[in-house]
């Protein structure tokens, strides 16, 4: 099991001007089934990819934003969203889609996966990881 | 002579919006699309840009990325796809800044 590494996926582009953010949930989903101790950062531009309620009809694209609420069952729980990218943005946590994944160790409770940081925790955060993919 | 001046990218990610509010003059008229709408967001860093401005958003740009009429910055009109050609057309000329 010493094998297992932190994965760190770190997102930093809106979600519909670019490829980015859709790829990198695409290599996220693909890498969740190399069962590594994986989590997501949103921050600056990246916190957009989060916002609820996307509409994409009128600009004929696919909306992936609904991807992010499966990210749970492929036990994706750690999203670590940064504060300072949200405020500067005019958004708050209530803007994000409220992401929960299922807890078996505690009979399937149901847990929220966004941990909401500071730019500092965020530091620490990306400090810890073995490997960063960037997005 | 009036101009249409036409924003794409993120205020946060490129220097587009604050480039063409740079530019216009009276008369003139700054329309937000795609990445662009996120410049009209109450409360957010760079709304202070359109303040004074005649403004436009394109409404399924806004749509797609989630953000309510009400999110956004007071005095901004909401246009479709038909507006965007209207304001093209009721201005002498047409900026997009990259």
């Known amino acids: 099991m010493s094998d297992i590494k932190k994965f760190m996926y770190v997102n930093r582009r809106a979600p519909y001007g670019t490829i980015y953010a859709w790829e ?94 500071s730019r500092a925790e965020m530091a620490d955060v990306l400090a810890e990881q073995d490997i960063l993919f960037n997005f | 002579m009036s101009m249409l001046h036409i924003v794409n990218k993120s205020p946060y990610e490129r220097n587009s919006l604050a480039a063409a509010v740079g530019h216009m003059t009276d008369g003139d008229t700054l329309l937000l699309i795609e990445d662009g709408v996120y410049a009209a967001i109450k409360g957010g860093a760079a709304a202070g840009n359109l303040e004074g401005k005649t403004v436009s958003v394109l409404g399924a740009d806004l749509a797609a990325r989630g953000i309510g009429v009400d999110k956004l910055v007071d005095g901004v009109s909401v246009v479709d796809y038909g507006g965007f050609v209207d304001l093209v057309e009721a201005t002498d000329k047409s900026q997009s800044w990259l």
């Open chain 1, 24 to 117: 990198s949930l695409e290599v996220v989903l693909i890498g969740a089934a190399f069962e590594q101790d994986v989590s997501l950062a949103f921050i600056d531009d990246g916190v957009y990819q989060l916002t609820k309620g996307q509409d994409t009809s009128g600009i004929d694209m696919k909306n992936f934003s609904p991807t992010y609420s499966a990210l749970g069952d492929y036990e994706v729980n750690k999203i670590y969203v940064e504060k300072e990218s949200l405020e500067e943005r005019g958004l708050t946590l209530d803007d994000l889609q409220h992401l929960v994944w299922e807890d078996e160790d505690d009979d399937w409770a149901e847990k929220d996966s966004i941990r909401l940081v």
